[in-house]
C-alpha cells in the first residue's frame, strides 16, 4: 500500500538520520510510533506525518526535524515537503502505476492480504425465533452478518455461518396455541384472539398463520389432542420459510443449530454439573446461580429458576462451549443492542469454565428505523408487521443488502423506501452500480463497430479486439504516463481499496465497504466527466481505458463482497 510505503521510507530515515547524528539529542528510535495521516488540504499532498512527537527527544524544533528525515530519503519521483512538524508526500508516476498494474495481475483478488494470519471462525447471526416471518431488523443482520462472512473470507479466514433457532422455550407452544386459533377459524368456529393486551401476549395473531393452518387442513381433518403436534407443524413451516427468504436475500448459512437439541443432547446439564463441581455455582432462594461477578459481571445471574426450569443464560453457556469444542478460534456473535447486559454474563461463564473469553466477539447493533413518504412505520411481530419479505418485494435485493448494510452497525439506520427504489444519484446502491455498468459500456464502445448516421456507414471499432485483449492482459506502465496528472485521484481511491478492506476486516465493520463504493464511484464519475475516453489517440485512449477496466474490477471485487449485483446494462 502506498500509505505503509511512505511510512517505511519515513521511519527508515529516521533511524538513518539518529544514527548520522541529525537529530540532535535523539539516540534510538521505535518504529511503529508514527502515524500516517490525510493532508486537510488536498494539495499539500496524498498523505502527511506528523513528527513534533521526536522534538522530546530530540529537544529540537520539529521542523528542523523533519527536514533532517526528508534528507535521508530515497525520494524516486515521489514528492516529499516539510510543512512546520509535518512531511507531506505526493506519490510519483511509478507508485500509481504500480497500483494499476497490481489491479491488472490479481483482478478478483486485489485487495486480498498475501500473508494473513488465518483463523477458523464461527459466526452466529440472525438467530431468530421460529415463530414468524423475519421483520426488518432481522434483515439488517441478515445483510450485515453475510456481509461480514464475505469479508472476512476474501481477508483470508475460514468463516463458518451459524443460525440458532431458539426453538427450545415457550414461545413454541404459544405458536401451536396460535394456529389451533386459525385453524379453528377455518374450520368456521366465530373465534378470536383474546382482546386483553395481558391475555393477547400468550399468541401471535398475525396473518401469517392463517396460510399455515390452510396448509394443516389439507392433510388433517380438524385439530389433534395435544398442541404439540401444531407447535411443531408450525415451526417446521415458519423454518423453511425463513431458510427460504434467506436463499434469496443471498444469505448462506452453513447450519442451522436446535437449541431444543442442545437440551436434548444433555450439554447443557454437562455444563451446569462443571460449574456446580468448580463451586461457581450456589443456592439463593430455591434458585441456582451462577458467580458471573467473580469473572466482571455486575451481578451473579441465575441459570436455574426455583421451579426448575433453566434461563435463557443456561442453553447460552452451553452452546458457546459447544462452538469451542468444535475447534473454532474465534466466535463471533451479531446481537441486538438490548443484549448489551447480556455479553459480560456469557464471557463470565466461558472464562470460568476454563476458556479464554477474549475468543468471544459481541458485535451489538441498532435497529431500522422503515421510512415510507417521510413517516416512520412502526413494526411489532404481534400485531401489523412490516417483514423483510415485504421490502425485499418493494425495492428488490440489491437496494435491501445495500441500504442495509451502509451504516456503522452501532447506528439506527433510517431506510428510506421512496429513496431506494429511485434510478438517481440520491439513491446509493443505483449510483455506484450505475458506475459499475458505465465503465462496462464504455469498454463495449471501445471495441464495437458504430453506424454514423450522418454518412450512413459503418466506422471501425476504436480499439480492434486484439488490441483491447492486449491492454487486459499485457498492461505496461507506460500506457498509462500520459494521463496521471488528471487520473490521480481515481487512482489513489482504488489503491485504497487494499486499506480498506484491511482496516474493515480487523474493526469487523461493513458499512466502510458501502461508503468506499460509493467514493470509488464519485472520482470515477468525475474522471469521465472531465476525460475522453475514447478518443482517435490511441496511446490516451489505451492509457484511460486501462483506469476503466480498473475501476470495473475494484467495483466488482467490492459488490461481491456486498452480495450486490455489479450489472453490464442499465
Request: glycine share 6%; proline share 3%.
Amino acid at each position: 500500500m502506498i500509505k505503509d510505503y511512505f511510512l517505511d521510507n519515513i521511519e527508515n530515515a529516521v533511524l538513518r538520520a539518529v544514527e548520522a547524528g541529525k537529530l540532535g539529542q535523539m539516540s534510538e528510535y521505535q518504529k511503529g510510533t508514527l502515524i500516517v495521516e490525510k493532508p486537510k488540504n488536498p494539495d499539500f499532498g496524498d498523505f502527511a506525518v506528523n513528527v513534533s512527537s521526536l522534538a522530546r527527544s530530540a529537544k529540537i524544533a520539529p521542523p528542523m526535524i523533519a527536514n533532517a528525515i526528508v534528507e535521508e530519503i530515497d525520494k524516486d519521483d515521489n514528492e516529499y515537503s516539510v510543512i512546520g512538524g509535518f512531511i507531506n508526500f505526493k506519490a510519483g508516476k511509478n507508485l500509481l502505476t504500480d497500483s494499476i498494474d497490481e489491479i491488472f495481475k490479481k483482478r478478483e483478488s486485489f485487495g486480498r492480504p498475501e500473508n494473513n494470519n488465518k483463523e477458523k471462525i464461527i459466526l452466529e447471526y440472525v438467530s431468530a425465533n421460529p415463530t414468524g416471518p423475519f421483520h426488518i431488523g432481522h434483515g439488517r443482520w441478515a445483510a450485515m452478518g453475510s456481509v461480514l462472512a464475505n469479508l472476512l473470507k476474501f481477508y483470508g479466514h475460514d468463516v463458518y455461518q451459524e443460525f440458532y433457532i431458539n426453538d427450545a422455550g415457550s414461545q413454541i407452544q404459544k405458536l401451536g396455541n396460535s394456529l389451533a386459533i386459525r385453524i379453528r377459524q377455518q374450520l368456521g368456529e366465530d373465534i378470536d384472539f383474546p382482546s386483553d393486551e395481558i391475555e393477547r401476549k400468550n399468541y401471535y395473531p398475525g396473518d401469517y398463520l392463517i396460510p399455515v393452518a390452510e396448509k394443516y387442513l389439507k392433510t388433517h381433518s380438524g385439530l389433534p389432542g395435544d398442541v404439540k403436534e401444531l407447535s411443531d407443524f408450525a415451526k417446521n413451516e415458519m423454518e423453511n420459510l425463513q431458510k427460504e427468504l434467506l436463499k434469496h436475500f443471498r444469505v448462506y448459512f452453513d447450519n442451522f443449530y436446535s437449541e431444543l437439541t442442545l437440551h436434548q443432547s444433555g450439554k447443557v446439564d454437562e455444563c451446569v454439573n462443571k460449574l456446580k463441581k468448580s463451586g461457581k455455582i450456589y443456592t439463593k432462594d430455591g434458585a441456582d446461580w451462577f458467580r458471573s461477578s467473580d469473572y466482571g459481571d455486575d451481578q451473579d445471574r441465575v441459570i436455574k429458576k426455583a421451579d426448575g426450569s433453566n434461563t435463557y443464560l443456561t442453553a447460552d453457556i452451553a452452546y458457546h462451549i459447544d462452538k469451542l469444542e468444535r475447534g473454532f478460534d474465534r466466535m463471533i456473535n451479531i446481537w441486538g443492542a438490548d443484549h448489551h447486559g447480556y455479553v459480560a454474563r456469557v464471557k463470565a461463564s466461558i472464562e470460568a469454565l476454563g476458556y479464554n473469553p477474549d475468543k468471544l466477539e459481541i458485535l451489538l447493533g441498532q435497529l431500522v428505523n422503515l421510512v415510507i413518504n417521510g413517516n416512520e412505520v412502526r413494526m411489532g411481530k404481534r400485531k401489523n408487521m412490516v417483514t423483510l419479505d415485504d421490502l425485499i418485494e418493494e425495492v428488490g435485493v440489491d437496494a435491501t443488502r445495500f441500504w442495509m448494510s451502509m451504516r456503522n452497525i452501532d447506528t439506527t439506520l433510517d431506510f428510506d423506501i421512496e429513496l431506494a427504489k429511485t434510478n438517481s444519484d440520491e439513491n446509493p446502491v443505483f449510483y455506484v452500480q450505475y458506475a459499475h455498468a458505465r465503465a462496462c459500456s464504455i469498454l463495449r464502445n471501445a471495441v464495437e463497430e458504430k453506424f454514423d448516421t450522418q454518412t450512413g456507414k459503418t466506422l471501425p471499432a476504436p480499439l480492434t479486439a486484439v488490441e483491447f485483449e492486449e491492454l487486459k492482459n499485457n498492461y505496461k506502465k507506460e500506457d498509462l504516463l500520459p494521463t496521471i496528472d488528471t487520473a490521480r485521484k481515481l487512482i489513489l481511491k482504488l489503491e485504497e481499496f487494499k486499506s480498506m478492506i484491511k482496516m474493515s476486516a480487523e474493526t469487523r465493520q461493513v458499512y466502510t465497504i458501502c461508503r468506499y463504493v460509493q467514493e470509488l464511484a464519485s472520482e470515477f464519475h468525475s474522471f469521465y466527466n472531465a476525460n475522453r475516453v475514447i478518443s482517435e489517440d490511441k496511446a490516451l485512449m489505451k492509457s484511460r481505458l486501462a483506469l476503466v477496466l480498473s475501476v470495473k474490477q475494484v467495483l466488482k471485487n467490492a459488490l461481491d463482497i456486498l452480495a450486490v449485483t455489479a450489472p453490464e446494462r442499465m
